[in-house]
T-cell receptor
Framework: DAGITQSPRHKVTETGTPVTLRCHQT?????MYWYRQDPGHGLRLIHY???????DKGEVSDGYSVSRSKTEDFLLTLESATSSQTSVYFC??????????????FGPGTRLTVL | QKEVEQDPGPLSVPEGAIVSLNCTYS??????FMWYRQYSRKGPELLMY????GNKEDGRFTAQVDKSSKYISLFIRDSQPSDSATYLC???????????FGKGNQVVVIP
C-alpha cells in the first residue's frame, strides 16, 4: 500500500449540505490529487496540490474546493452537495521527481451518495 | 477527440488465454505510459510503467509502447481468474504532473 488513507469511506448526505472528504498520506509526497470516478467517464481530476497551500483546478472543479495546510493532509469540500456529485472519490499522491514520469498512487476511495 | 481512447469492453476470456488490451492517444508529447489495475470497489493500483517506446515485461505482464502509431498495449499471459479487474491506461508529458487516463477496460477471466 502507498500509505494513503481516505475518510470517510462511505457517506450518505442530503442535497445542499456541506461535505468534507479527507486524504491522509504517510509518504511525505509533494503532490496530491482528488479524482472522481463515474461510469462512462472514467477518472476525472477535480483539484490537485503541489505543496502546502499550493493548489490548482482540474477538469471538473466546479462545486468543489480544496485545502492543504499540512503536507500529509488534502481536504476536498463540497460546499453545497448536489445529486450530480454522487460518485466515488479517489485521492492520489505522487513524488514526481525531476526527470521521472508522474506515477500516481491511489487511496481506497470514498463512496459519496447525495440524496 | 479525447486525448486517450480505450475500449471499455467488457472482455471475457477463458482461464489460460492471453488478454490483449490497448489504448490510443492523440498527444505526441506523451512520454510516460502506465497501466493501472482496479479491482471492484478498490482504488487503482500501478501495474506497469514504461518510458518512451519499447517493451517491458514483468512476470505474466508485458507492456508495449509504439509512439509512431500513438498506441500502447498490455498483454496478460496465462490469464487467471484473479486477473479479473478493470485495466486503465494512463500517460503523461515530461514535466507535467497530470495524468491523462483512458476510461478503463473491464476484463473477466472465466475459470
Amino acid at each position: 500500500d502507498a500509505g494513503i488513507t481516505q475518510s470517510p469511506r462511505h457517506k450518505v448526505t442530503e442535497t445542499g449540505t456541506p461535505v468534507t472528504l479527507r486524504c491522509h498520506q504517510t509518504e511525505n509526497h509533494r503532490y496530491m490529487y482528488w479524482y472522481r470516478q463515474d461510469p462512462g467517464h472514467g477518472l476525472r481530476l477535480i483539484h490537485y496540490s503541489y505543496g502546502v497551500k499550493d493548489t490548482d483546478k482540474g477538469e471538473v472543479s466546479d462545486g468543489y474546493s480544496v485545502s492543504r495546510s499540512k503536507t500529509e493532509d488534502f481536504l476536498l469540500t463540497l460546499e453545497s452537495a448536489t445529486s450530480s456529485q454522487t460518485s466515488v472519490y479517489f485521492c492520489a499522491i505522487s513524488e514526481s521527481r525531476t526527470g521521472q514520469g508522474d506515477t500516481q498512487y491511489f487511496g481506497p476511495g470514498t463512496r459519496l451518495t447525495v440524496l | 477527440q479525447k486525448e486517450v481512447e480505450q475500449d471499455p469492453g467488457p472482455l471475457s476470456v477463458p482461464e489460460g488465454a492471453i488478454v490483449s488490451l490497448n489504448c490510443t492517444y492523440s498527444n505526441s508529447a506523451f512520454q510516460y505510459f502506465m497501466w493501472y489495475r482496479q479491482y471492484s470497489r478498490k482504488g487503482p493500483e500501478l501495474l506497469m510503467y514504461t518510458y518512451s517506446s519499447g517493451n517491458k515485461e514483468d512476470g505474466r505482464f508485458t507492456a508495449q509502447v509504439d509512439k509512431s502509431s500513438k498506441y500502447i498495449s498490455l498483454f496478460i499471459r496465462d490469464s487467471q481468474p484473479s486477473d479479473s479487474a478493470t485495466y486503465l491506461c494512463a500517460m503523461s508529458v515530461y514535466g507535467n504532473n497530470r495524468l491523462a487516463f483512458g476510461k478503463g477496460n473491464q476484463v473477466v477471466v472465466i475459470p
